[in-house]
C-alpha cells in the first residue's frame, strides 16, 4: 500500500509515521571497519570511503511524522552510512506526509534552499521537472556495473525515467493488494486457501460476507482514490495516462465501466461502505474485524501481520480482462542546484540504502516490496517469505503492473480525477458524467504542455 501534490490536499495522508532525532554526527577521522548491514551480516561499503578533506554534510527530506517507529530505523542508516563514509554527515528531516514533504522541498527549490536529497512519491517526476527541480542520474548510473539498473523491477522503474532518461532510484515501493480474514471465509463457506479472482467473483464474494456490524469488502476513497480507481481501469484496458505524462484517458467507455463495477459493490450489492471510506480506517477496520477483505498497500502488510488476531490471506487484485495494479510508494530524488560535492555525496547515500541486502531489510521491517531482483535472492528474504509466504503476493503482482498516474501538471489532474470519483461514489454523478468532467479538467490542465 502509495501513498498528495501541492495542489491536491485530498491526498495528504501519509503512508508511514516514524519519530525520533537527528543521530550525531561520526568522528569524521574514524576508522572504516566492518560493519553490521540491515540485514545483520557482516560487510564493508561497497564504496570507498569519502576522501578526508571537507566534510559534507546532506539534508536527506523523509516523509515521516513525528510518533512512529521507523525514525529509529532511519536514524540508524543514517548512523552507518557515516561510518562508512566517514566526512558525509546525512541529517534526516522528518517531513510528514508525502504532500507534506513535496510542499517543503518545492518550496525550498523556490526558495534557492532544496533539500540536497529526498524521499518523494515516485509520480512527482513531471511536477519536479516542470521546476527543474532534479538532475538526471544517468552520468551516476554509467559509472556502475552494467547489471546495475537492471536489478531494479521495470515496473518501478516506470515511473523513474522518461525521454531516456533516469531521475529518481526506487525505494519504499509498493503495489495493491487484496487482504482477506481466512476466518470469516470459513465461517461464510468459502474456501480460505481461494481468493477472488476476478470481479464477479469479488461481488459475489463481498456479498456473502457482509452482515450486521461487517463489511464484505473496503476500498479506500478519501485520500488515493484516483489510486484504487487505477486497478480498476488496469484490469479492464489500459493504464490512465500517456508515457510521456501528456495525456489522460480518463472517460473512455472501458473505465466508466469499471467505475460503475466500483459504485455497484456499494449501491447495487450492497458490500462495500457507501460515501467516502477514509484510507486509514480501512486498515483498522480490517484488522478489528469491521471488513471482510479489503484493497490496500502492501505497505500495510507489517502493520497486519503484526496486529492481527487472525489468519489472514494475501492475494493478486481480482481481474476482468486481465490482472493488474499500479505500483506505487516512493523514490529517491537529488536535487540540482546544490554543491556538485553534495550531489556526489548524495549518490553515495542513494546506491548505499538501495544496496541489495538493505532492500531486502527493509522490506522485511516495513512491508514494501523489495526494490532490486537480488534482494530477494538473499538469505534475509527467503527466511522471511519462507516464513511468511504472503511476503511475495506484491512482489509477484509486479508482472502484471503498471506506472502509477503521473503527468506533467499532476497536482490538477489528479484532483480532477479524485474529486469526481468521490462526486461518483457518494452518488452526486453518474459514473459517465464524472469521468467527462475529469477528463475535461485534466485536458486543461495538460493544455500548455501539448502546444
Excluded at 538532475?135 to 537492471?150: F, K, M, N, T, V
Excluded at 495494479?325 to 546506491?351: E, L
Excluded at 519462507?386 to 508482472?399: N, T
Amino acid at each position: 500500500m502509495n501513498m498528495k501534490k501541492v495542489a491536491v490536499p485530498l491526498l495528504i495522508a501519509a503512508m508511514l509515521a516514524g519519530c525520533g532525532k537527528t543521530s550525531a554526527p561520526v568522528d569524521s577521522a574514524a576508522s572504516v571497519k566492518p560493519t553490521e548491514t540491515a540485514a545483520g551480516e557482516q560487510a564493508t561499503s561497497s564504496e570507498s570511503p569519502a576522501s578526508h578533506d571537507e566534510k559534507v554534510e546532506l539534508t536527506f527530506y523523509y516523509p515521516i511524522a513525528v510518533g512512529g517507529p521507523l525514525t529509529a530505523t532511519i536514524e540508524g542508516m543514517a548512523a552507518e552510512f557515516t561510518k562508512q563514509n566517514p566526512n558525509i554527515v546525512v541529517k534526516p528531516v522528518y517531513t510528514g506526509s508525502y504532500a507534506d514533504t513535496t510542499i517543503k522541498a518545492q518550496a525550498g527549490v523556490q526558495g534557492k534552499n532544496p533539500p540536497d536529497v529526498a524521499v518523494l512519491l515516485s509520480t512527482e517526476l513531471y511536477s519536479l521537472l516542470d521546476m527543474d527541480a532534479v538532475i538526471p542520474l544517468d552520468d551516476y548510473i554509467a559509472q556502475e556495473d552494467g547489471s546495475y539498473l537492471s536489478d531494479f523491477y521495470p515496473a518501478f522503474m516506470a515511473n523513474s525515467q522518461t525521454e531516456g532518461k533516469t531521475y529518481s532510484i526506487p525505494f519504499q515501493r509498493s503495489t495493491i493488494v487484496l487482504y482477506y480474514n481466512k476466518e470469516m471465509f470459513k465461517e461464510a463457506g468459502l474456501d480460505p486457501e481461494k481468493a477472488p479472482q476476478n470481479w464477479d467473483e469479488l461481488a459475489q464474494y463481498a456479498t456473502k460476507l457482509t452482515k450486521e456490524g461487517r463489511w464484505g469488502l473496503e476500498v479506500p476513497v478519501s485520500g488515493f482514490s484516483y489510486w484504487m480507481f487505477q486497478t480498476f481501469a488496469l484490469q479492464n484496458g489500459k493504464n490512465l495516462m500517456s508515457d510521456d505524462g501528456k495525456q489522460v484517458f480518463f472517460d473512455t467507455p472501458e473505465n466508466v465501466e469499471a467505475l460503475q463495477y466500483w459504485m455497484d459493490l456499494a449501491g447495487k450489492h450492497k458490500a462495500t461502505p457507501t460515501g467516502v471510506t477514509d484510507w486509514a480506517t480501512v486498515p483498522s477496520d480490517f484488522i478489528q474485524g469491521k471488513t471482510a477483505m479489503m484493497y490496500h498497500t502492501t505497505g500495510n502488510l507489517t502493520n497486519v501481520k503484526k496486529n492481527a488476531k487472525f489468519d489472514f490471506g494475501v492475494s493478486f487484485l481480482p481481474q476482468k480482462k486481465t490482472f493488474g495494479s499500479p505500483t506505487g510508494g516512493g523514490n529517491f530524488y537529488i536535487f540540482k542546484d546544490i554543491d556538485k560535492k553534495k550531489q556526489d555525496a548524495a549518490w553515495k547515500f542513494v546506491k548505499f540504502m538501495t544496496e541489495t541486502e538493505r532492500a531486502a531489510a527493509w522490506s522485511r521491517d516495513t512491508g514494501y516490496v523489495a526494490v532490486r531482483k537480488s534482494a530477494y535472492e538473499t538469505d534475509t528474504m527467503k527466511a522471511y517469505i519462507a516464513e511468511f509466504p504472503a511476503a511475495q503476493v506484491a512482489r509477484d503482482q509486479l508482472e502484471v503492473a503498471a506506472a502509477e498516474l503521473s503527468t506533467h501538471n499532476n497536482g490538477k489532474v489528479t484532483k480532477a480525477l479524485s474529486d469526481n470519483l468521490q462526486a461518483a461514489l457518494t452518488g452526486s454523478q453518474d459514473a459517465q458524467t464524472a469521468l467527462k468532467k475529469a477528463q475535461e479538467e485534466a485536458t486543461a490542465a495538460l493544455a500548455p504542455f501539448n502546444k
